[in-house]
């Protein structure tokens, strides 16, 4: 019933607990731990038995209240030792020294790598021999305090079964004392350890009465990297005949432990990460010299990043960016296959620049693409490195004037650029011809060229089918889209007529206007499919439309008017492969369930929406240029580029809507050869089959006895479960992120799409979170096209993550809706209902009136 520290087997964790389990783990592994016992769930079985017997047991499981809590509490804390527990417990505890413990809980469910009930256990310091059956009773009793029952309702664990064991040990009256973290919970870099200390017992700091002195410690050098001096101004101390004192320090302000003490105590902390082969949180004690090991347990929040992607302490780091979150505006995992045609994709139409192998420059791994800047500086240069990057987001470039990438080199080669200097060359050259005609010729020819190649691929498209090797058939979707690098360099005509536009107007404080030509362009489907969704919103027909199962009623009917069904037959034709993370093979297509077109209609603002005024927008801005442009001399000139811009900049939008086409075609296959598996009884839902890769797929279709499931599985157990993926993280781990800029309250990031704004904050983390009331300002990590439709009911639009290329620069522009990015940490700060302003011009936004002032 009892476990000595020192115990040759140790017991099991539903025994002892989590912290009596690693008390035992790290006394048998030589760790300095202070004598004790575990008093075992067996120990408390008397106990629990008339507990649980109790009708206050039986009424706190029917309705879990503080006040039913509290009479078990109540209850519990008033048992006694029986004849058994008094006789077996008086052995042990005479063969531990002293007469002055500490008492502690040990739950079989704290301090584990998901659960660990911090603070909600009671534990009792400074107890004399005599008290100790009393001491154990209240923290065998604080097993059953509201918190704690609370916490496990929303852990989904089961209050029958609770259990409880107890830890008593030989109390370290500690001159210092604290908590160190084998990594750094600031910023997850594995090779810093964290310290806190402060004089006295460690419950000043656990409870929060002092502000402890922070050590952080390179443990790959050994070097104190930081420190911060807190004010320790008062400090618990133990009695020497049990009990503790509370005291106030003579000398708050200086170090409490020395810097070789410091260093000392870092190599103690990773000792017991190495022990555990996991990052560990501990609780420190310092004595006569001499420092203990209080408790021991997993980091429950830290980012434990892929183990392929790591480099070993002391190597040269890689540094990655989350390329989806950057360019694509999502950061969840994508599926085991669709990750896999996309950045096979990626490699062929980037000219084998963005290899997705692991040593490659833009490497795959469960459902996440990075880029390796490491790679791409080796690959391009830094100078053209940093320059890709600072392109796309201005987090990325803060993040990365604080890293010296030439002291960290890409050691070898990157893995499968061997061909890309050759077909850069050869691309280039096919481009050539259409950025001519583009530029210089006759740029209508060379749309008709685009449309002409664009709607063959989508026609091949359609044609492919299940039939064959899949492998085969994917690869040879995928190549299609080449057929359109030739022509798809049409749209260099609108980027050049951009910058003509831009020079003729140099030095003028037209940026609005200038803006503004970016609206409403030819070829852009993305926008095309604000337009129409718009319009299908505002139909009267649909707006008496009840609810989804009547929606999916009547257009499965016809019964709607002709109108309405032309517009909702030309959607579903040209849009309905379009949606939430498109570019991935396994999402839900509308064409799938109608009734998500549904969704996103009846939450379109169609009384105050950015696209009923785009059009006029952009007429008074080139009207206010044109006579700018007169008075220079250079009327004949804008004209010119402003036409060539409308007619050609849309397009630079098209060929990622072809890839969707594509995409949604092969999503069909695998689904046709899903149903076969699962009619087999080889795979349990069809949805599975985008678990497999595609040579997996190949072997289910060939192998009767291939194991699928086995193969799911195995591909699955990697993924990881985070809420916020960063958007840059090294190869040890550390997650790096820009400071936010403040100026006298101004919030400063990136200028993306100019005006002024001022309106109440809606925060979003998904599409149709919540409706986008009239004037209320989009707040949002990033955006892809599936957030259209709500995007051009928002006034203004404040974003974590996205440059101007994104996405949501994009739309913001050609809305003309005012928009600031680059603000990563903007969500914790604004609130649903903040009154804010957002000025797109100079890139700021300011929190005018917080919600929690009202």
């Known amino acids: ?89 008086e052995v042990e505890l005479k063969r531990l020294s002293g007469d002055i413990f500490a008492v502690r809980s040990s739950s079989p469910e704290e301090d584990l790598e998901n659960t660990s009930f911090a603070g909600m256990y009671e534990t009792l310091l400074g107890v004399q021999g005599k008290d100790i059956e009393k001491a154990v009773s209240k923290v065998f009793a604080s097993g059953f305090d509201y918190r704690v029952m609370t916490y496990k309702k929303e852990n989904e664990l089961s209050l029958e079964e609770t259990s409880i064991a107890v830890v008593v040990q030989r109390q370290i009256a500690s001159d210092v004392s604290g908590i160190g973290f084998s990594l750094n919970p600031l910023n997850n870099a594995f090779d810093e350890v964290f310290i806190n200390a402060s004089f006295g017992l460690g419950e000043a700091i656990v409870s929060g009465i002092v502000t402890p002195d922070s050590y952080i410690v390179d443990s790959v050098k050994d070097e104190i990297i930081d420190k911060k001096i807190g004010e320790k101004k008062i400090a618990l101390w133990l009695k020497s005949d049990g009990g503790i004192f509370k005291k106030d320090n003579e000398n708050s302000d200086q170090q409490a432990l020395t810097d070789v003490q410091i260093v000392a105590l870092s190599k103690l902390i990773k000792k017991c990460e190495a022990h555990y082969a996991l990052p560990m949180d501990i609780e420190w004690a310092f004595e006569d010299g001499k420092f203990y090991l209080l408790q021991s347990r997993p980091i429950t929040t830290h980012l434990p990043f892929f183990k392929e992607l790591l480099t070993k302490p002391g190597e040269s780091k890689r540094f990655y960016i989350d390329i989806m979150a950057m360019t694509q505006g999502f950061d969840k995992p994508m599926s085991v296959l669709g990750l896999e045609l996309w950045s096979d994709m990626l490699d062929e139409l980037k000219m084998h620049m963005m290899t997705p192998q692991i040593n490659g420059s833009v490497p795959i791994v469960y459902g996440k693409e990075y880029l390796s800047i490491t790679a791409f500086q080796k690959l391009l240069g830094k100078k ?159 707006r008496q439309i009840s609810s989804r199962k009547e929606f999916i009623s009547q257009v499965n009917s016809r019964k709607f008017a002709n109108k309405f069904l032309s517009m909702y037959d030309e959607f579903m034709e040209k849009f309905s492969a379009r949606g939430f993370n498109e570019i991935d093979v396994a999402s839900k297509r509308i064409y799938e369930d109608v009734g998500m077109l549904y969704e996103k209609l009846i939450e379109i603002n169609i009384e105050e929406n950015q696209i009923l005024t785009v059009k006029e927008k952009r007429r008074e801005a080139y009207d206010k240029l044109l006579a700018v442009a007169k008075k220079k001399g250079k009327e004949k000139k804008f004209i010119n580029s402003a036409e060539r811009l409308k007619a050609t900049f849309g397009y630079r939008e098209h060929p ?67 809420d916020e993926w960063p958007l840059v993280i090294d190869s040890r781990g550390k997650i790096y992120k820009p400071t936010l800029e403040i100026k006298d309250g101004d919030i400063v990031g990136d200028a993306i799409a100019p005006g002024k704004v001022v309106g109440h904050a809606k925060v979003l983390h998904s599409p149709y979170e919540k409706s986008i009331e009239s004037g209320e300002i989009l707040v949002a990590r990033a955006t892809e096209p599936s957030w259209t439709p709500i995007f051009t009911n928002a006034a203004g639009v404040v974003m974590e993550i996205g440059g101007p290329l994104q996405h949501g620069g994009i739309i913001a522009r050609e809305y003309g809706i005012p928009c600031v990015s680059g603000l990563m940490g903007i969500m914790d700060i604004i609130k649903d209902g903040d009154l804010i302003e957002v000025d797109g011009t100079n890139g700021v936004v300011k929190i005018l009136e917080p919600i929690q002032d009202k």
Not at 4 to 32: C, D, H, M, W, Y
Not at 500 to 518: R, T, V
Not at 701 to 709: L, M, Y
């Open 656 to 722: 990622k809507y072809v890839i969707v086409i594509i995409i949604a075609k092969i999503h069909d296959i695998c689904l046709e050869i899903a149903e076969v598996l699962v009619r087999e009884g080889r795979l349990e839902k069809p949805y599975d089959i985008f678990d497999l890769k595609s040579y997996e797929i190949d072997r289910a279709q060939k192998d009767p006895s291939f194991d699928i499931r086995g193969a799911r599985e195995k591909n699955l157990s990697g993924y990881l479960d985070v």
């Open 384 to 542: 053209r490195a940093i320059s890709f990057i600072n392109n796309y987001d201005g987090n990325l470039k803060k993040i990365f004037e604080t890293i010296d990438l030439d002291e960290h080199p890409f050691e070898g080669e990157v893995e499968g650029t061997k061909a890309f200097k050759k077909t850069m060359f050869k691309t280039v050259l096919t481009m050539i011809p259409g950025a001519i005609t583009g530029v210089f010729g006759d740029y209508e020819k060379g749309i008709r060229k685009y449309n002409e190649v664009a709607d063959g691929i989508i026609e091949t498209t359609n044609q492919l089918s299940s039939k064959g090797e899949f492998s085969k058939t994917s690869k040879n979707a995928l190549a299609i889209m080449t057929r359109a690098m030739g022509t798809a360099a049409v749209i260099f005509s609108g980027m050049v007529s951009k910058r003509n536009i831009s020079k003729i107007f140099e030095g003028e404080d037209l940026e609005k206007e200038l803006s503004a030509m970016n609206m409403d362009l030819d070829g852009n489907p993305t926008s095309e499919m604000g337009h129409l969704v718009f319009n299908m919103a505002r139909d009267e027909e649909f």
């Open 1 to 89: 019933m009892i476990y000595n520290f020192r115990t040759e087997t140790v017991p099991q964790l539903s025994e002892v607990g989590g912290k009596a389990k690693a008390l035992i783990e790290t006394t048998k592994a030589g760790f300095p731990v202070p004598q004790g016992i575990a008093l075992s769930v067996d120990f408390f079985k008397p106990w629990l038995e008339e507990i649980k017997m109790s009708n206050v047991w039986k009424d706190m499981l029917k309705n879990t209240t503080k006040e039913t809590c509290d009479l078990v509490v109540e209850k519990a804390s008033n048992m006694k030792f029986d004849e058994n527990q008094s006789r077996t417990f």
